[in-house]
């Protein structure tokens, strides 16, 4: 017998919404400075979602590609931009490389998905094709953000390295090459670390999410095995789309290496 779908009401909302005082109680317990910050994510929270709630609402009622068209676009830059915005270094072309990285490997396996796995009619349904590019986005742009912060501080902490080696002869690729493989190296880590105890340690949020709207356990593990290899796919394209993208703007066409370009977030 499939249980009942469970409505929660503003005020159990609410209940839940108050236990950021426990995280409050310890930023002030140690001394952490951390009570601004939770108050202002805590609200960014509440609106936000509220704010997609509505949105998406008024959506689904609709039954054309338009507006799901934009709300993905929009999605694709805020994670492009929220991604640059996680690193600690800059340099020119880092904004573009990283919406340009995560809009094409999300939007790839986003394609995979509604054409060739779920076979979604229409192809535009909200209900599967913003979801899906949800839960996709938001893993890749973590493993983006990783590896553009990785890439440019191991540049910047092997730039007598690198200089050696294009002062002997070596290719721009040859001299940084080993920063090149730390940098994918740590973008991947988590979702493979993810990977590893999913279904054991972790029942992830679409799956949950399934089960509590009552949908049988085998049917979420089914749909949530898809969802974790296209998250594991758009992250591996994402990150080495936007490492090379970083590499190529950081080195020139006659092998020197534009240290300069990298500086401090502001």
Same mark, same amino acid.
């Given at each position: 017998?499939?249980?009942?779908?469970?409505?929660?009401?503003?005020? &159990?909302?609410?209940?839940?919404?108050?236990?950021?005082?426990?995280?409050?109680?310890?930023?002030?317990?140690?001394?952490?400075?951390?009570?601004?910050?939770?108050?202002?994510?805590?609200?960014?929270?509440?609106? &936000?979602?509220?704010?997609?709630?509505?949105?998406?609402?008024?959506?689904?009622?609709?039954?054309?590609?338009?507006?799901?068209?934009?709300?993905?676009?929009?999605?694709?830059?805020?994670?492009?931009?929220?991604?640059? &915005?996680?690193?600690?270094?800059?340099?020119?072309?880092?904004?573009?490389?990283?919406?340009?990285?995560?809009?094409?490997?999300?939007?790839?396996?986003?394609?995979?998905?509604?054409?060739?796995? +779920?076979?979604?009619?229409?192809?535009?349904?909200?209900?599967?094709?913003?979801?899906?590019?949800?839960?996709?986005?938001?893993?890749?742009?973590?493993?983006?953000?990783?590896?553009?912060?990785?890439?440019?501080?191991?540049?910047?902490?092997?730039?007598? &390295?690198?200089?050696?080696?294009?002062?002997?002869?070596?290719?721009?690729?040859?001299?940084?090459?080993?920063?090149?493989?730390?940098?994918?190296?740590?973008?991947?880590?988590?979702?493979?670390?993810?990977?590893? +105890?999913?279904?054991?340690?972790?029942?992830?949020?679409?799956?949950?999410?399934?089960?509590?709207?009552?949908?049988?356990?085998?049917?979420?593990?089914?749909?949530?095995? +898809?969802?974790?290899?296209?998250?594991?796919?758009?992250?591996?394209?994402?990150?080495?789309?936007? +490492?090379?993208?970083?590499?190529?703007?950081?080195?020139?066409?006659?092998?020197?290496?534009?240290?300069?370009?990298?500086?401090?977030?502001?």
């Amino acid at each position: 017998m499939k249980p009942p779908y469970l409505e929660l009401s503003y005020l &159990q909302v609410a209940l839940a919404a108050s236990l950021i005082l426990i995280n409050g109680a310890i930023s002030a317990a140690l001394r952490l400075g951390l009570g601004r910050r939770l108050i202002v994510a805590a609200f960014c929270t509440v609106v &936000q979602l509220l704010l997609i709630g509505l949105v998406l609402q008024g959506i689904f009622g609709l039954n054309r590609w338009e507006p799901v068209i934009a709300i993905m676009l929009i999605m694709t830059v805020v994670a492009g931009f929220a991604a640059v &915005q996680r690193t600690h270094l800059r340099f020119p072309g880092i904004w573009l490389a990283s919406i340009v990285s995560v809009g094409a490997s999300a939007w790839l396996m986003e394609a995979i998905a509604l054409f060739g796995v +779920v076979r979604v009619d229409p192809w535009y349904s909200p209900h599967y094709a913003i979801p899906l590019l949800g839960m996709i986005l938001g893993n890749t742009l973590n493993g983006i953000s990783l590896g553009l912060d990785r890439l440019g501080s191991e540049l910047a902490a092997r730039r007598t &390295q690198v200089e050696a080696h294009l002062a002997l002869g070596a290719t721009r690729w040859e001299a940084a090459r080993q920063p090149i493989q730390q940098a994918v190296r740590t973008g991947m880590i988590p979702t493979i670390n993810a990977m590893m +105890v999913v279904g054991i340690v972790s029942l992830p949020g679409m799956m949950t999410g399934q089960l509590l709207a009552g949908v049988a356990p085998i049917e979420a593990v089914k749909y949530q095995i +898809v969802i974790m290899f296209l998250i594991s796919s758009a992250t591996a394209l994402g990150i080495v789309a936007v +490492v090379l993208l970083s590499y190529r703007r950081l080195f020139t066409t006659d092998h020197q290496f534009l240290h300069g370009r990298i500086t401090e977030k502001r």
